[in-house]
């Protein structure tokens, strides 16, 4: 099934986000976390692609496929472009064509200071143009950025730009995470007075240790609202109430979205189904 077809069931879409397990690790490790989100009948379980876009790792795929045909869910591929030629990404379509996965979460992926990106691709608009000119029959998404893009001038700038993601035929978005509904709130009103009417999923990911949260503040930019901070930093030496603490904000962020009539919530899991399961039985009848 298209993912666009599931936001038309009259509630709003639950789904999680997996990623591939390190190179170290066997592919195997994930089929036990896929195993126990399972049993949360999620909307659907969207898998990350690494951003070097090397045709050796075909994890992606491998675990996309495996959660439709061996778990029974619906699955998405993310796939990255800045990093590839056009016959490297035609590989991949070929493959996800193959392994029967019906979704692809289209995006450009990370510029490395330290890897020249490949010329062919400079936006996700152009992936998603080149799969449709390519004829495939994938259902598309992409990404969004309630705070804006790091590479923006400017919030307005990257609604501009996401409008000519969505008119090159993205029909569903997936924003970055957040910890400020407020800024969301604002992202959604400008997106849809832009002329943006697909689905936009809210990205909310459970910050469960003192890492995590450094990490993604330096990655994405998410802003901390004064609450989420200082709660984060009260805890921040005692392991068990920090992660109690990131479930419950969490949790608490998802019930303000899902009253605010939000199209859906994506679960950002880091593969760690026990946090997703405690956020799932404390949300769940929401939906
Ligand atoms: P784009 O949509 O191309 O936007 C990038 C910048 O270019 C923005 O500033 C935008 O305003 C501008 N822009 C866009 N289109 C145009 C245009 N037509 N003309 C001029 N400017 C334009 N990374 C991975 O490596 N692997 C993953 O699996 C992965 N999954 C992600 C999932 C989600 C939900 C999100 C939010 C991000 C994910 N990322 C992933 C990170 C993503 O690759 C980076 O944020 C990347 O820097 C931007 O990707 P994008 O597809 O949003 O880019």
Redesign the pocket.
Known sequence: MKLAELFKQGRPVFSF?V?PPKRDKPIDTIYSTLEALKDLKPDFISV????SGSLADNSTCEIASAIKHKYGMESAA?L?CVNSTREEVKVVLERLKTAGVENI???????SPDVPPKDDF?????LIEYIKSLGYDFGIS????PEG????ESQI??IV??K??VDAGAQHL???LFFDNSMFYDFLEKARIAGIEVPIEA?IMPVTNKKQIERMVSM?GASLPPKFAKTMSRYETRPDALKDAGIAYAAEQIVDLVSQGVDGI?LYTMNNPEVARRINDSVRSLF
């Open positions: 986000e990623f990350t692609y690494g951003a993310h990255t979460l289209a995006l450009r992926g990370d510029i400079h936006h996700a608009s152009e992409g990404a969004c950025y893009h790091p590479n923006s700038d990257d730009n996401l000519k993601k997936v924003s970055q990205g994405c994506h």
